[in-house]
């Protein structure tokens, strides 16, 4: 069965711009059931008239597992739901986001790369010249990672960062 793990209030996130590029919660899309996930607002509602998200970055931060006594693999499941756009470049598509999850066992000291998607691997719905919200369960693919015996512990965090492009639309985890 499905089950969501997330909630708001044990799930930071940082918008280290204070812009419109950033991780919310929200309601209207999701894999499951509930109709809710976690969103990277990356479609540009500005026209990139107050600036651009290249060279922008968020954080969105899980909470502590405790991963010890595994002896076999141990994975993250997650679905991602994301599209591009050539809005506000003149017709020129880019494909420069892309998502880095990263794992500490140090409660945030030290973070290791342990799965990076982008391109249209990340943007798996194409070109999408309106704000992207995924409207069926065959605009999400599935993700696995393997998380390395290193990181199996009693305090072992994951860090979902974001870096968006200029030609970004949104993308959901669920």
């Known amino acids: 069965p499905y089950t969501t793990l997330f909630r708001s209030s044990n799930w930071p996130a940082f918008n280290y711009y204070n812009n ?8 209207g899309a999701g ?7 976690i969103r990277y607002r990356s479609f540009d509602t ?5 600036g651009a998200a290249l060279g922008d970055h968020d954080d969105l931060f899980t909470p502590a597992f405790d991963l010890r006594g595994y002896s076999d693999n141990v994975y993250v499941n997650f679905y991602t739901s994301g599209a591009y756009t050539t809005h ?3 017709g020129v598509s880019s494909r420069d986001d892309s998502l880095e999850v990263d794992a500490s066992t ?7 790369k342990i799965a990076t998607y982008y391109g249209s691997d990340l943007a798996n719905n194409g070109n999408y010249g309106i704000d992207f919200i995924p409207a069926s369960p065959s605009q999400w ?15 072992t965090f994951l860090r979902f960062r974001y870096f968006p492009g200029n030609a970004g639309n949104n993308l959901y985890l669920d």
């Open 46 to 50: 500005s026209d990139r008239i107050t």
């Open 31 to 37: 894999y499951g059931g509930d109709n809710t996930c």
């Open 88 to 90: 506000g470049l003149g």
């Open 106 to 112: 140090s409660g945030g000291t030290r973070w290791n």
């Open 20 to 27: 419109q590029f950033k991780w919310e919660f929200y309601t």
């Open 141 to 155: 693919k599935a993700r696995a990672i393997n998380v390395p015996a290193a990181y199996r512990t009693s305090n």
